[in-house]
């Protein structure tokens, strides 16, 4: 076997022993079933790697596995995140004061706060209590999450100390299928606990770094936002230096990635190539082979530096400069087998990485440039070279990236290729200027600002098409989680046509194989889906109901909810419209939620208790009291609007639901003594105080309080009556099947 086949061979093994840890089954299991494949193999593979070379790397996988265990992050005995619940036991509001070192550049949050990493050092706190008095110059370790005011974080550097006054807490498992997983994420980058400051006090104001890569940035970013303005500043400043560089507004992220251009906000390859054609095409005729070698490393060193250090642009000088040794040691450089080493360089530096989405991305995609445009190149030469190109590298790129992308965001932007063609030769122009201003802009920001200037006009024809393929119906759809195998029978396809040339002929069928492969578990199951989900929200009770391809969306919380909890469990279900959508929270502003799920996806109707509101642009149609409005199979009748009171009920399964909104104490005889309260078998309501003789008049056999700390008395009386007693906020998002089963997502329920 070829010396670049035995390097790759022992590259991917390294890298599946790293993906294999997520279960300890199929990491066992693959060991196991790897001994009889190195029997079997040679038997029906011809040119297979011999046995040696397979045990090989049999052997890399095994190590692999553990040696990205041993390098997960753990807690430290002093560890700031072992003196939380000390804390929290007097009250969650209980201030405490942390000193430590800033660990990274600031970033403005959705909330509009800054939020940066902390290296705590040490944990005051400001008060104590009877029993015990308070904690006091505590040595502590640890890295910290930490929000503060926008203010307070403007101008911070990486080894600052400084001292924070605000709250610690611990963040919170993942309590809603599809939703965000902050405490793994946390985890993920070594950190185990999060602060919300008040108040950031830098104790020597003489510490500030005279030179930072951050100062050098923000130089930058300045010249170019300064005739630019915003968001075309900020956006030219992301294409160059990636988004993690800038402050993008969310709204312009949110719409880059809706349409699948999430790379042209990354600092990737593209510019990596970009700087060093540039650096060897000026310096050709007139600079020495190892003093143009040398150039390009200090500009692949200096564009590092100004990125932050990011995983995909790591990965990317790495092979810049493998390209640069093979140009001073006159020798030809293998692109695949430079990609392999680079990866799996990194992936030894930093095992962690090999979750780390964006560099995922990055790699996926340079290997299809790699392999694949050219195959695509040789279909499509009939067409002028210039619009092939156009055409096979996002093509290639999208190949080999389209299966995790479904895996991980669960929906297939419909529009990618199309919206990647059309905005190719902008994203160049831009990345080329932008890249050129940001250098002239880092030594002269006046003349680097004059530079960027003439990037306003493609700049903003490329946000015209981005924002036009958003207006466009269906611009992403949601495919759904798919599973474990899906994903692993997608790349086997991809691999398989790429290694194997009879794969190669037959390329039609086995694309339609992998689609099939998605969309029919998908179609089957929407054919007979039926589920009601109680969503876990601090805000708002919302229920979410499924019934054969049909949605019912009743509440969407506050925007945040409507973003991070409301959008992702629908995305997981594959869920792409919303037939009926009800709100009855009389407390919260229901625009902004309710436009922001609009944003993604159509919802049919709206409907309120209230009927229409003058402060909504979202028009609403009444649910009358007492009338009964029939949804395919679902019933919905309204019982009282102050305090909400709604019946569900899907007579031809026998299920019905009560759902109780606000706190009724106050108004408990009213709602009591309403006639049209009859037994149900499940009682949802926001966890305040109901009285005893409703618990008796409605009989529930299952009762789902929207809170983590449901009245006391309330669940006594619920356990006196032999119901059982779910909290969304402590068991997750509750989900109720045609089986019977309640299922908690968090398997914690209550008895």
């Not at 006054?165 to 950190?191: E, H, I």
Request: net charge positive.
């Amino acid at each position: 076997m070829k010396n670049t086949q035995a390097h790759l061979l022992l590259c991917l093994a390294y890298v599946i022993g790293l993906v294999v840890t997520f279960n300890p089954w199929v990491r066992w299991g693959i060991l196991v079933a790897a001994i009889p494949v190195i029997w079997l193999l040679p038997k029906i593979w011809k040119k297979s790697p011999n046995w040696q070379l397979l045990l090989t790397a049999i052997a890399i996988a095994g190590s692999a596995s553990f040696y990205l265990e041993l390098r997960i992050p753990k807690l430290a005995a002093n560890d700031i995140s072992k003196y939380i619940p000390a804390t929290a036991e007097r009250g969650t509001s209980q201030f405490t004061i942390v000193q430590g070192i800033v660990d990274s550049y600031p970033h403005i949050t959705r909330n509009q706060n800054s939020q940066f990493w902390l290296n705590a050092t040490q944990l005051n706190e400001i008060q104590g209590n009877d029993l015990r008095p308070a904690d006091v110059s505590r040595t502590v370790n640890g890295r910290v999450y930490v929000t503060v005011p926008l203010q307070s974080g403007t101008g911070l550097q990486p080894g600052v100390e400084v001292s924070i006054t605000g709250t610690l807490y611990l963040p919170k498992p993942n309590a809603n299928p599809g939703g965000f997983s902050f405490r793994d994420y946390l985890s993920q980058s070594g950190g185990f606990a999060g602060m919300r400051g008040v108040q950031l006090r830098v104790p020597d104001e003489n510490q500030t770094q005279q030179w930072s890569w951050g100062k050098l940035r923000a130089r930058i970013a300045a010249a170019q936002v300064k005739w630019l303005d915003v968001p075309v500043g900020p956006l030219v400043t992301a294409m160059v230096l990636g988004s993690d560089a800038v402050d993008l507004p969310f709204d312009l992220r949110d719409r880059f990635v809706r349409v699948g251009l999430a790379h042209a906000l990354a600092a990737s390859g593209f510019q990596v190539s970009l700087i060093l054609n540039a650096i060897l095409s000026l310096t050709r005729k007139r600079l020495s082979v190892v003093a143009q070698s040398n150039l390009g490393a200090i500009a692949l060193l200096i564009f590092l530096g100004l990125t932050g250090f990011q995983p995909a642009v790591v990965r990317s000088i790495v092979m810049g400069m493998a390209v640069l040794i093979g140009l001073r040691t006159n020798r030809k450089i293998n692109q695949l087998s430079s990609l392999f080493i680079a990866g799996t360089l990194l992936l030894v530096i930093n095992p962690l990485w090999v979750w780390d989405i964006g560099f995922e991305l990055s790699f996926l995609a340079t290997l299809g440039l790699i392999v694949t445009v050219e195959p695509l190149q040789q279909k499509l030469d009939w067409l002028p070279p210039t619009i092939a190109d156009l055409i096979t590298v996002p093509l290639a790129a999208s190949i080999w990236t389209l299966p995790i992308q479904l895996y991980v965001f669960k929906v297939f932007p419909f529009y990618s290729l199309p919206a990647n063609i059309l905005t190719s030769p902008l994203i160049s122009i831009i990345s080329i200027g932008g890249t050129i201003g940001a250098l002239i802009g880092s030594i002269v920001p006046i003349l680097g600002s004059a530079v960027s200037w003439i990037l306003y006009l493609p700049t903003q024809l490329l946000i015209s098409i981005v924002n036009l393929f958003n207006y466009l119906p269906g611009t992403s759809f949601a495919v759904g989680q798919i599973a474990l195998w899906q994903l692993f029978a997608l790349y086997g396809i991809i691999l398989g046509v790429w290694i194997f040339p009879k794969w190669q002929k037959n390329w039609r069928i086995l694309v339609s194989i992998g689609v099939l492969l998605v969309i029919v578990p998908l179609a089957i199951w929407k054919t007979t889906e039926l589920q009601i989900t109680a969503l876990a929200s601090k805000d708002s009770q919302i229920l979410v109901i499924q019934d054969r391809g049909h949605t019912i969306l009743i509440n969407s919380g506050n925007e945040s909810s409507a973003r991070f909890v409301v959008l992702p469990f629908l995305q997981q279900q594959a869920i792409n419209r919303i037939d009926r959508a009800i709100d009855f929270n009389r407390d919260l502003s229901i625009s902004n939620s309710w436009q922001t799920l609009t944003q993604t996806m159509p919802i049919d109707r709206f409907y309120s208790i209230d009927g229409d509101r003058e402060d909504s642009i979202i028009k609403f149609e009444l649910l009358p009291i007492g009338k009964l409005q029939k949804f395919d199979r679902v019933e919905i009748t309204t019982i009282e609007t102050n305090p909400a009171i709604f019946q569900i009920e899907i007579p031809e399964l026998k299920q019905k639901w009560l759902i109780i909104g606000d706190n009724i104490a106050d108004r408990a005889q009213q709602a009591i003594e309403i006639e049209q309260l009859t037994p149900v078998q499940t009682l949802y309501w926001s966890g305040g105080r109901l009285a005893e003789r409703a618990i008796v008049k409605i009989h529930p056999k299952v009762a789902i309080a929207a809170t983590a700390n449901p009245d006391p008395e309330t669940v006594k009386l619920l356990e006196k009556n032999n119901v059982r007693v779910y909290c969304t906020g402590r068991d997750g998002a509750i989900q109720w099947t045609p089986t019977g089963e309640f299922k908690p997502y968090l398997e914690g329920e209550k008895l």
